[in-house]
């Protein structure tokens, strides 16, 4: 089986830096999601990455409970619903897990859904209010480690200050094309590691690229695989998604790039039209995302997803 790094946690904890995505497109996947479990855990992946607004965490607890392989071998992140209803929506992701604890347990995003409407970062409750239920959760031992998904270094300013407990992790979109150097520097001075969802966009973007495509027949490798490489090399989690046996057996086998070609990776960015994300939040073209303004969110991205600045 691979041998998959584990990064160490700001409290001590292991977490594998290679996990598997379980964001299928759209919420659910029934079987599907079943399916892709049991073929990753084949593959070696102990780590999987789903959320209550994922709506398959059923099929995902199923497939560990199903495969044989002692709970104490996974490591299993989900994240909270959006109505920021702490208590309950833990509680319920762990009865559709059906799993004695959860690993990582996140905010999923800074917004607040309540009774039809999204709240501002003003109304209750607030970011540092839905912290402090997320730091209770600890005390109960059955979630070992917490931390937050999508937040900025301006949403991050606003709850460190509050904080008891330094959130373990950060998820956000992270890959060559939008590094977020600037938010890895100020995460890695508070203790908290980054997680890098849809690490190689949602698109065939790197397997195009034809600088990838020049490194992957240099170290004889799939595109994918420098990618992802990169990533882990630079200190960042990985949770990549795929139903094929085969990709998802390459995406978890690293390869060692050479100072040459980390930096070559490193700075794609730097490529004219190169620094953006490849995600499409924001559906309206109005900039914003689930209600919050770019600026309420702290993003540095303009509508289309180009960067600001580097």
């Not at 509680?91 to 004695?100: A, F, I, N």
């Not at 508070?190 to 849809?198: C, H, N, P």
């Not at 170290?219 to 630079?234: E, F, H, K, P, Y």
Request: some cysteine; aromatic content about 10%; hydrophobic content about 35%.
């Amino acid at each position: 089986m691979t041998e998959i790094p584990q990064f160490s946690l700001n409290n001590g904890n292991k977490m594998p830096s290679v996990g598997l995505g379980c964001w299928m497109g759209a919420p659910g996947g029934g079987q599907r999601v079943y399916d892709m479990c049991s073929n990753a855990f084949k593959a070696g992946y102990r780590h999987l990455d789903t959320a209550a607004g994922y709506a398959n965490e059923e099929q995902v607890g199923k497939a560990i409970r199903d495969s044989g392989i002692p709970r104490s071998e996974f490591f299993v992140t989900t994240k909270l619903r959006g109505d920021h209803n702490v208590k309950e929506s833990f509680e319920e992701s762990l009865q559709r897990l059906d799993v004695d604890y959860i690993d990582l347990y996140l905010v999923h995003w800074p917004q607040v859904f309540k009774d039809g409407k999204i709240l501002s970062p003003e109304e209750e409750p607030t970011i540092v209010q839905t912290w402090k239920e997320m730091e209770g959760l600890l005390e109960t031992g059955r979630v070992k480690n917490i931390g937050v998904s999508n937040f900025s270094i301006k949403t991050l300013e606003i709850l460190l200050p509050h904080c008891s407990v330094v959130p373990a992790t950060n998820q956000v979109e992270l890959h060559p094309c939008y590094p977020q150097n600037d938010l890895k520097e100020y995460c890695e001075s508070k203790g908290i590691l980054l997680t890098a969802y849809s690490p190689l966009g949602r698109s065939t973007f790197f397997f195009e690229d034809p600088t990838i495509q020049k490194l992957a027949e240099k170290n004889s490798c799939m595109t994918a695989q420098i990618v992802l490489s990169w990533a882990v090399q630079r200190g960042t989690i990985i949770v990549p998604k795929s139903e094929d046996p085969g990709r998802m057996l390459a995406n978890i086998t690293l390869v060692k790039l050479s100072e040459e070609d980390f930096t070559t990776v490193n700075t794609l960015h730097k490529s004219p039209g190169l620094h953006k994300s490849l995600l499409a939040f924001d559906d309206k073209k109005d900039g914003t995302v689930f209600g919050w303004t770019y600026e309420q969110l702290g993003w540095n991205i303009r509508v289309g997803g180009e960067v600001v600045e580097a």
